[in-house]
């Protein structure tokens, strides 16, 4: 039996918010976790740009080279990548924010580690759950 729309939902916004705040908590430590959000912290830092500008832009320039890759259009496709992204970019700031103590906290090398290893074992279960949503 497939999985209701609302359970899907459920799932997919889990998903989403555990990915970001992990994403979040290895940007805090100043490295991010993949070539995405670590090319994004280091847009940011240099255009002197919000982070969360800089995702949602690349991002959206992802998107762009996806569909010009593809063999075939989907409105469907694009919209639910842009929101996505959008989502993805504005939860990533909030979480940055209302954690940014943690940078000042997690200083040594040992803590900035700590962070980005349970920031990767949450993007990880984040992931599973956004999986299992199959939106």
Not at 15 to 34: K, Q, R
Not at 56 to 80: E, K, M, Q, R
Request: hydrophobic fraction near 60%; proline fraction near 1%; glycine fraction near 8%.
């Amino acid at each position: 039996m497939k999985k209701g729309l609302l359970t899907r939902s459920i799932f997919f916004i889990l998903g989403l918010l555990l990915v970001t705040l992990g994403n979040a908590l290895t940007i805090l430590s100043g490295e991010g976790n993949g070539i995405w959000t670590g090319a994004s912290l280091s847009l940011a830092t240099l255009t002197k740009l919000p982070l969360n500008w800089v995702i949602i832009l690349v991002g959206l320039l992802v998107i762009v080279a996806n569909v010009l890759l593809l063999d075939h259009f989907s409105w469907y496709y694009l919209a639910g990548s842009v929101l996505f992204v959008f989502f993805f970019g504005e939860f990533i700031q909030l979480f940055v924010h209302q954690l940014a103590f943690l940078k000042d906290s997690f200083s040594s090398n040992f803590e900035k580690i700590f962070l980005v290893v349970s920031g990767i074992v949450i993007v990880c279960l984040g992931t599973f759950f956004y999986q299992r949503a199959n939106l």
